[in-house]
Structure formats: C-alpha cells, structure tokens
C-alpha cells in the first residue's frame, strides 16, 4: 500500500505561480514512477507530468511543457510539481500518483496505481 497526500493548491492570477507538494508513504520503492494528473470540472483526469525515482528521468504533457516543472526529493519521499506562468485552463484538481517500476510511453492513469485525495488550484 502507498499513502499520498498533496497540499499547495490555491488560488492565483494568471501568470502566477504555485508549488504543489506531495507527500509519499507505505510501500514505496527505491524505482517507481510518480506522476501529476489534473482534472477539470465536466472533463476527463488528464496526465501532467512524470518523474522515475530510480534516475529522475521526467516527461511533460505538451500544454504544461515549458512551465510546469516536476521534481523529487527522495530523501522525504516527497513529490513537487511547480508551476509557472498559470493559465486560467490550468484551473482543475490536482492529483499525484504512484506506480512501481519504470514510467509508461504515455501519462494514462491506466498504469497507475495509487492517487491521493488532490488539490484544487483556481487561476483567474
């Protein structure tokens, strides 16, 4: 069992900035891959970004690449997700995840394990 727990979430003009933090526990695994998935009100959970734990390996969704960043502190099982330059589309829940083992080809929450409860963040 993984135990995540996010927290940062706010509200923000746009072209602001928010860092998210999440908080990993239980089962956790020196190789897994983490993510960031959104979703906004009336539509589908979309994937973010990823990070491999075992090298830090990340990859981007194409509408975040360039300002969002995902980061990981390993030493505080502790996931980041910063994010720059909000736009009000970025408006949505924010959830983290956790899968074991290395990170897929595309950010699907079919391959993923475990989420936390989320964080909202709101850009006006």
């Known amino acids: 069992q993984v135990q995540l727990v996010e927290s940062g979430g706010g509200s923000v003009q746009a072209g602001g900035s928010l860092r998210l933090s999440c908080a990993a526990s239980g089962d956790t695994y020196s190789r897994a891959c983490m993510a960031w998935f959104r979703q906004a009100p009336g539509k589908e959970r979309e994937g973010v970004a990823t990070?491999?734990?075992?090298?830090?390996?990340?990859y981007y969704a194409d509408s975040v690449k360039g300002r969002f960043t995902i980061s990981l502190d390993n030493a505080k099982d502790t996931l980041y997700l910063q994010l720059d330059n909000l736009k009000p589309e970025d408006t949505g829940m924010y959830y983290c995840?956790?899968?074991?083992?290395?990170?897929?080809?595309?950010?699907?929450?079919?391959?993923?394990?475990?989420y936390g409860q989320g964080t909202q963040v709101t850009v006006s």
């Open positions: 990070i491999y734990t075992g090298g830090g390996s990340t």
């Open positions: 995840a956790w899968k074991a083992w290395g990170c897929p080809g595309v950010i699907s929450e079919m391959y993923f394990n475990y």
